[in-house]
């Protein structure tokens, strides 16, 4: 008996598109289908309202600019050009939303010489391997953070943003997101360990 084969694919040529990913709920969207508004919602509400909670530390806080954001969403599709996933272009209004909630109760980013930034070796950043950690740990941890190291934190270690990107949106220098980082690993250091 022989054993059925299935045909060779090759995978070197496949290539993810990950910009019309939703395409046709996104296309229904603008077309102002509320199944298909309801069905987006569905799809990312709960990976921004996570956004939300690391970056803003209060539930109500972020339930509340989740609602707002996904409002400018849906009034903002008609913007949207299939650049990059709709996933990142609702993260990006969802992070922006919440820094601008942020900066009108007063974020404070303490602006730091270079110097400072230059002595300090660059670290990994905070690893299980480090602090033996479990999930619910850290998060307890990062959301004592004060709101400046908080946001830095967030948006490098957990949203993937770089410090150049993050400097650019929190209108600060990359030496000041470099440094609210690493000032943030300390403290989230300290933290964790009067946590255990």
Known sequence: MHALKSPAVDYKHLKLDYASTHQDIVEKCKRG???????????YSR???NVCLRMLRHEHDAEDLLQNSFVDVFTKLHTFRYQSSVGAWIKRIVVNNC???????RLKLEE????????????AGITTDDLSLSVELLKRG??????????????????????????????????????QYSRAKKKLRSIISEMS
Not at 112 to 123: K, T
Not at 171 to 177: C, G, L, M, N, P
């Open 33 to 43: 289908n509320r199944r298909a508004q309801f069905e987006l919602y569905r799809l």
């Open 47 to 49: 990976a921004m309202y």
């Open 99 to 105: 820094i601008n909630h942020l900066k009108r109760n």
């Open 112 to 123: 730091l010489e270079d110097r400072f930034v230059a002595d300090e070796p660059d670290q």
């Open 142 to 179: 990062v959301q004592q953070l004060p709101d400046g190291y908080r946001v830095v934190f967030t948006l490098y270690a957990m949203e993937g943003y770089d410090h150049k990107e993050i400097a650019e949106i929190l209108d600060v220098s990359e030496a000041t997101s470099k440094s």
